[in-house]
């Protein structure tokens, strides 16, 4: 077995339970020792498309390569692979110790190498000295670390993750996602990691692919996903979002702008691509980018309803002359509005996206 | 409940208790008794009839062709009553509820009936009165205990533990032998015993099925109590309860200890 770690690329991969297309073409690729997160709402197909990685479900069609070898028609147990479970799925009846080792007795490792390697291994997810203990005296927490190094200790060409953090609590959650964002960044392992918590894959991907119905929706970094959704889905999806939905009236390239016609107002600025002039569109406009005003007559009318204390920030809620909620964020040193009172919010230009509504139904739209 | 309804309540109950355990402080106490008729309750207590069961060759012969077809039915039920289980998992539950029907059958077809047709298709084969024909009667019968005691196991076990060890690069017989057999391990314990005590204490089949050969001690008692009513046959009888209960708690214990060494804690 190799220690490298590889590139893993699925090509239009399709799968479908029954009537149920849970894969609609699927083509992604993982470059070698990147962290790439799938994320997206249950039943988006984001597990499925782990467990064909892993080869524990076949795929219908197409292709799916480990570095320059097609293992399509692999079985799992020649892939090479690190898997981790939301259940962890320990064996109950080993110690810590035979557990992270199982794969290297499967291996033939000579015994004092896998006694090294796994007490090399359960030093580095801080569980040294566990390794007599039986699985069931381990907390939660310590057992998502069994569980890490169990897959890690293979070397394999590519760690997958299925939600490994969604039995943990808060607090907890977040100790082990950077955890796991340090020993990615210290052993460079290709990586797909699914879940549908958003913090979480901010926090530990370069890459996010935002998945909806068997599709992937946008795949790019936390910063261009949060920036620049091509979609009002992906926009609401990852991040707080105001959208203000209209009807396209000038479209140009880069720039376009729509007609809210609940608030007959205009609102312009970058924009994503699938908009066409007279179809239906939303304005994102992201809570921080808001600010608001007393004492002007410019920028969109609007009465504070609730202002919420976040500790070093502040959620601010308004009502919009439609009725439609409007979020502000801003540093709780700022001067907190009174409720009830009418401001008018503005923003800047280039702080807009227009989006198209949906992706989905969008295909065969004309694109400016 | 007020007072008197729960005094009622203790009393059926115990009247319940009493019916369901009374054969046994019948039969135990007749076979110390010392006079050479059953007796109930016994005169004058003597271990007389123990030394003439000890001391006859033919009630060992008897014991020991029970503890033989007893451990081939056992072994063949476990066997296939396992992988049974294993495949029943592996269906659609549609097709898992017919197979488990056909697979439960012998405990709802009449006894009478399976001993029927087993003569019949055991006689042309040369099976009939050996300890091998015996021992395939009686795991018919045992089959059910085990497929469903093993696949009572098999559901507690997080599916997810054997896709990981095959995940690690186990082969599937590897992931069997290492993962799915330790976890099932109470199950097939359990099934184990519940096999053995069907076998050990069945008469129908075996009656029909008995030759010279394959006389089972249940069969030589009811043979006995036909010509001779002495109390011998409640010494036997006695012998047969002693070790199917001893094999049962024993077989309790060992299922306890296996379960809390390999249980999930704090989950």
Known sequence: MDAEPRPLSFRKVTKSFGTVRALKPVSLQVDSGEFVTLLGPSGSGKTTLLNIAAGFLPSDSGALFIGDINVTELPARKRNIGMVFQSYALFPHLSVFENVAYGLRVRGLPRADISRRVTETLLMVQLDGYGPRRIGQLSGGQQQRVALARAMVIEP??????????????????????????????????????????????????????????????????????RRPVNAFVASFLGESNLLRGRVVQCGGTEAS????????????????????????????????????????????????????????????????????????????????????????RWRTEDVRILPLDMAGSEGDVTC | MTEKSRVLSTIAGSIVLAFLVLPIFAVVPASFNHASFIRIPPEAMSLRWYEVFLNDSEWWKALLASFRVGLLATTISVVLGTAAAIGLERVTPRI????????LSPLIVPVIMTSIALYYIMRPLGLHGTIFGLAIGHSLLALPFVVVNVGISLRSIDPNCTRAAEGLGASPLRVFRTVTLPLILPGLAGGSAFAFITSFDEVVVSI??????????????????????????????????????????????????????SAPHGR
């Not at chain 2, 898992?96 to 697979?103: K, N, S």
């Open chain 2, 208 to 261: 029909f099925l008995a030759g010279v050969q394959a006389k089972t001690l249940p069969v030589k008692i009811w043979e006995a109590i036909r010509v001779e009513f002495t109390p011998v046959t409640a010494v036997a009888s006695t012998v047969l309860l002693a070790i199917t209960l001893l094999l049962f708690f024993g077989v309790k214990v060992a299922g306890r200890r296996l379960a809390s060494e």
């Open chain 1, 157 to 226: 060409a590519v760690l997958l993750m299925d939600e490994p953090l969604g039995a943990l609590d808060r607090q907890l959650r977040k100790h082990v996602q950077l955890e796991i964002r340090r020993l990615h960044r210290k052993l460079g392992r290709t990586t797909l990691y699914v879940t549908h918590d958003q913090e979480e894959a901010l926090v530990m991907s370069d890459r996010i692919g935002v998945m909806r119905d068997g599709r992937i929706e946008q795949i790019g970094t936390p910063d261009d996903l949060y």
């Open chain 1, 258 to 345: 729509i007609t809210v016609q609940e608030l007959s107002v205009d609102v312009a600025g970058p924009c994503a691509l699938g908009l066409s002039v007279g179809g239906e569109a939303a304005a994102l406009i992201r809570p921080e980018a808001v600010t608001f005003d007393v004492e002007t007559d410019v920028g969109l009318p609007a009465r504070v309803v609730e202002v919420v204390y976040l500790g070093e920030l502040l959620a601010v809620r308004f009502t919009l002359s439609s009725g439609q909620d409007f979020w502000c964020r801003c540093f709780s040193h700022a001067q907190v509005p009174a409720e009830n009172r009418e401001v008018r919010l």
């Open chain 2, 96 to 103: 898992r509820a017919i197979l488990l029907g056909v697979v």
